[in-house]
Nanobody, 121 residues
Framework: QVQLVESGGGLVQAGGSLRLSCAAS????????MGWYRQAPGKQRELVTT???????NSADSVKGRFTISRDHAKNTVYLQMNSLKPEDTAVYYC???????????????WGQGTQVTVSS
């Protein structure tokens, strides 16, 4: 069984910073893509940013230049450094990972429980 556990959300004023972490644990052979998504009230879940095992990143235009994703392969952990936060960044942030649980097995898609980020104006 694989789990993704997020931490680091909270309340911050506009212009401030937060750092989210997401640690994967359990039966993990390898991890392909890891990423962050978010869902604001009344809106669909949307991509924030992803990072491949090779370090290639893909980010939404709305966060480019402000948010940075990184990962620690040894710790099976992905981070999201969020700077210059805006009220429109307020949402529940979800960690996502594409995980292989054994050699020769297809990858499975896992989600964290979500962490609330609130940016006050």
């Amino acid at each position: 069984q694989v789990q993704l556990v997020e931490s680091g959300g909270g309340l911050v004023q506009a212009g401030g910073s937060l750092r989210l972490s997401c640690a994967a644990s359990g039966s993990i052979f390898s991890i392909n893509v890891m990423g962050w998504y978010r869902q604001a009230p009344g809106k669909q879940r949307e991509l924030v940013t992803t990072i491949t095992s090779g370090g290639s990143t893909n980010s939404a235009d709305s966060v480019k230049g402000r948010f940075t994703i990184s990962r620690d392969h040894a710790k099976n952990t992905v981070y999201l450094q969020m700077n210059s936060l805006k009220p429109e960044d307020t949402a529940v942030y979800y960690c996502n990972a594409d995980i292989l649980e054994g050699s020769g097995y297809p990858p499975n898609d896992y989600w964290g429980q979500g962490t609330q980020v609130t940016v006050s104006s």
